[in-house]
């Protein structure tokens, strides 16, 4: 059997995913670079879901100074079980201020 990709978005944002082990999951968010905002793991079991690599920053074509990007995160479901990915939109530098916006996927993996 092959593996296969899911792809995911912020119009995901709290909805359910199910895959089969050796899948892979991509969640893809949007991102201003120049906020100083950036998207960071709170929350995973990297037992059931392993994170492949670092996230990518893909930006348009030709981008201008202050444009929006997308960060990309890999995983690849690593063992059945279940797990909350919830991905956190902050300034690595704040660290008690709370999450400017947040991302939570349920992922059941088969």
Same mark, same amino acid.
């Given at each position: 059997? /092959?593996? %296969?990709?899911? +792809?995911?978005? #912020? +119009?995901?944002?709290?909805?359910?995913?199910?895959?089969?082990?050796?899948?892979?999951?991509?969640?893809? *968010?949007?991102?201003?670079?120049?906020?100083?905002? %950036?998207? $960071?793991?709170? @929350?995973?079991?990297? $037992?059931?879901?392993?994170?492949?690599? #670092?996230?990518? *920053? =893909? $930006?348009?074509?030709?981008?201008?100074?202050?444009?929006?990007?997308?960060?990309? !995160? /890999? !995983?690849? +479901?690593? %063992?059945?079980?279940?797990?909350? =990915? #919830? =991905?956190?939109?902050? /300034?690595?530098? #704040? $660290? %008690? +201020?709370?999450? @400017? /916006?947040? !991302?939570?996927?349920?992922?059941?993996?088969?």
């Amino acid at each position: 059997m /092959r593996a %296969s990709t899911t +792809a995911v978005t #912020e +119009a995901d944002n709290r909805h359910a995913v199910t895959i089969a082990v050796g899948d892979t999951l991509v969640v893809s *968010l949007k991102t201003t670079p120049g906020t100083g905002f %950036s998207w $960071k793991i709170s @929350q995973i079991d990297d $037992k059931v879901l392993h994170q492949q690599g #670092e996230p990518q *920053l =893909l $930006k348009a074509a030709n981008p201008i100074p202050g444009a929006p990007a997308t960060q990309v !995160f /890999r !995983f690849v +479901a690593a %063992s059945g079980g279940s797990t909350d =990915l #919830e =991905l956190d939109y902050v /300034r690595p530098w #704040e $660290k %008690s +201020a709370p999450p @400017q /916006r947040t !991302f939570y996927l349920g992922v059941t993996v088969r």
